[in-house]
Each structure stands twice: as C-alpha cells, then as structure tokens.
C-alpha cells in the first residue's frame, strides 16, 4: 500500500491561511489502512483545525467528507458540487489522489485549490499495529525472483543489485545500525530456500527507463478501454 | 440557573469526566452511596470501556466548550477487557500532543486510574481537575461559542426547562425534549 504521513500542522494551517471554508477531503484506500487520512483522521484533523481557528478568534468553517479512492473519477464526480462550495480542499490523499482531485477541482466553473496534508512517503507493508516500512520502489523491472523475494532495490540502502557492499557490518547497513543490510536479508532469506547459487548470480547492468528515469509513466490496457 | 445568572456568573468550568463503567462509574456511584461532596462541575459520560475513548471524542469536547476531560479507567492489571485502559492511556497521551500542537494546554486533558472500590478517590479526582480548569481558566473556544450563542453557551444544559413528564419512556421523553427545544 501506499504510506504517507500526516504534515505538520502549522503547514497545514499556512496552507490554508485567509481562506474560510475549507473541505477536509479523506481516502478509504491506502491511507485509511495505514490511518493517515481515513475518515478517523479527517475527524481529527478538522476537529483540530476548528478548535485552533476558533482559539484565534478567526471565523473558519470546516468541512469533512471521505471518499472511497482519491485517484478514481467515479468516485470524486459526486462530490464536486459540495467542492465547488468551499475555498480550498485540503486532501489527506496520497500525492495520486490529491494531483485527481485537484485536476478535478481545476476544471469547476469556479476552480478551486486543493491542498496537500499528507507527505507520500513510500510502498509498504505493514510489519506490526502501528509499524510500515518501505518494500517496493516501483521501479517497473521486478528481480524478487532471483533475490528470494527480498527486493534489492528497495531495501539496499545502495539499491545495489549485486551486493552486499563493503559497508555491511553484522547484518546491518553502514547508513544506520538500526536498518538491516538488504543483501544479508536475500544471503539469509536464499541460504533458508537452498538457493544460495542465486548470489553468485551476475545481475547485468540494468535499464533504469523502467524506473522514473524514463520520465512519467503510464499503463495502458487496450482491452479495458471504452 | 436561568440564562441571565449564566451569563454574569464568573468562570464556573465544565468538567467532562469519561468514566468505565467497571471502575470509575461504579466508583462514582459509590461516591453518591457514601454522601462524598465533590465538585459539582464535573458531568460523567458512562462508556463500557476506558478502551473506547477516542481521540475524535475528546477534540469534540474541547470543541463543544469543556475547560477539561479526564478519562477515568481501571488500575494497570485490572482491565476487563484486559488492555482496554492501556489503550486508553495511549489515546489519551496522543491527544494531549494534538492540544499542545495547536496551543490548547495539555493539561486540560488527563487519564485517571479509580479502581470501582475507591469511591473517595473518584470525588478526590473530580476536585482535583475541577481545581486543575478553574487554574487554567476558561477554554478559550468558550468564549467565541458564547458570541455566536448570543450570550448563552450554545450547549448549556442547565438552562434547559426541566423535562416534561415521561408518559411512554425514554423515545417520548426525546422527543417532547426537541419539540420544547424547537418552540
């Protein structure tokens, strides 16, 4: 899923200075599960936003609704007109989410802003209640198969395909001793599979324009199209 | 209290006490049993658990006008639901930090052990925050929500007429409530 982390909430108030009716806009997808911008944090954070602005004396009226994905039109049309109504949004999507809704928002008779309260940190899984760390980079040219399903991209402080590096102590990584070496993970994780021929394994020099190297990507199934 | 006294009386705050129902209510009603005096500020909200307690409750009361909030739960151990009161703790503590960030002291907000034994104790608590509001002096949304009640608090309950008498239980009882609140 996607991780994202809530902004500090003075650059959230910033972001929305000298406007007066604000929609705080929440997602049931990723950010709900990883309880960053779900209909509990929208509760929140616009509870937050009406005791602070209250506090100041200022007038504020502040709006919540949740919609079940950000980045699905079908799911954002209807809540254009209740948009069109308030002076900014402020989304609690990821960066996709937030970049739909605010093309949407854009394209209204009166345009309305829509702002970002979410840092998009990363891909994830969850480890425990409360814990995500990064898994996946998407970086459009999967080798899981070869590194026991332990992604060197991903998890290799270097993204080294052919490592461990020379700064890998004890199974941790020379960037931080509470961040595990990737490469100790895969020698690891491919020793337990009886794989460890998989190591000596040459990965070749890699085409990054799978990656964001190759400018912004785009995925088009024919079939699917109407 | 009419609406007039309300509006020139001093500071009187309003506690919001979030009580378990297996410890700090009972302990409250063993503090009615025993006849302890203790401040008249305080309003119990009864939950089955100091667990359920969230974070969006207790902005909402800062929200609506309470000075403070406690949360009153079981003793470490005690909990029938085993973790509940931790839970509760953690919430608790995560509010605080959301106060402090937008300058609502934290202290308005505390988490109370009071085992369902200690009756003394829940009226000792009660005081003891009711004291805590009245040292940190009004919520500061208070005032605003007076201005925009014209004078009143927008949720007072003590102006309220008393209640008509109940003919078919607590569904009329709401009802007749409304209709007097709309007229």
Redesign the interface.
């Given at each position: 899923m996607i991780v994202g982390d809530l902004k500090p909430i003075e650059e959230i108030e910033t972001s929305i200075r000298g406007r007066t009716r604000v929609l705080v806009l929440g997602c049931r997808g990723c950010v709900t599960v990883c309880s960053t911008g779900g209909e509990k944090e929208v509760a929140v954070l616009a509870s937050q936003l009406r005791i602070a602005s209250r506090a100041r004396r200022e007038h504020r009226e502040i709006r919540e609704a949740t919609v079940e994905r950000q980045c699905d039109f079908e799911y954002v049309e209807p809540l254009l007109p209740e948009v069109e109504d308030v002076d900014v949004v402020l989304s609690l999507a990821c960066g996709a989410g937030v970049q739909h809704v605010a093309e949407a928002a854009a394209g209204l008779q009166r345009p309305v802003q829509v702002m970002p309260a979410v840092n998009t940190t990363f891909l994830g899984a969850a480890l425990e209640q409360g814990v995500w760390a990064e898994r996946c980079q998407g970086c459009g040219d999967c080798v899981l198969e070869i590194t026991g399903g332990i992604c060197p991209i991903a998890r290799c402080s270097k993204s080294l395909l052919n490592g461990p590096c020379g700064g890998s102590s004890g199974g941790k990584c020379e960037i931080d001793p509470e961040v595990d070496c990737g490469w100790q993970l895969i020698y690891d994780r491919l020793s337990a599979l009886g794989k460890l021929e998989n190591m000596s394994r040459v990965l070749p020099v890699r085409n990054w324009s799978t990656s964001r190297d190759g400018g912004p990507r785009k995925r088009v199934v024919e079939e699917l199209r109407s | 209290m009419n609406s007039d006294t309300a509006v020139s009386d001093p500071y009187e705050p309003k506690v919001l006490a979030f009580c378990c129902r297996y410890c700090a209510y009972t302990a409250a009603d063993l503090a009615g049993s025993m006849r302890l005096k203790y401040a008249p500020n305080v309003r119990v909200v009864h939950i089955l658990c100091s667990g359920k307690i969230?974070?969006?409750f207790l902005?909402?009361a800062?929200?609506d006008g309470a000075d403070a909030v406690y949360v009153a739960g079981c003793n470490i151990g005690d909990c029938h639901f085993l973790q509940g009161n931790l839970s509760a703790i953690r919430t608790v503590a995560y509010t605080k930090h959301?106060?402090a960030?937008?300058?609502?002291e934290p202290e308005r907000l505390e988490f109370f052990h009071v085992a369902a034994s200690e009756g003394p104790l829940f009226a000792q608590r009660a005081d003891e925050m009711t004291e805590r509001a009245r040292r940190l002096g009004p919520n500061?949304?208070r005032k605003?929500?007076k201005q925009r009640a014209g004078g009143k608090l927008a949720r007072e309950p003590d102006t309220h007429s008393p209640l008509p008498e109940a003919k078919l239980g607590r569904l009329i009882r709401h009802a007749e409530r409304a209709e007097e609140l709309r007229t």
């Open positions: - | 969230d974070t969006v902005l909402k800062f929200e959301l106060l960030e937008i300058g609502l500061p949304l605003t929500m």
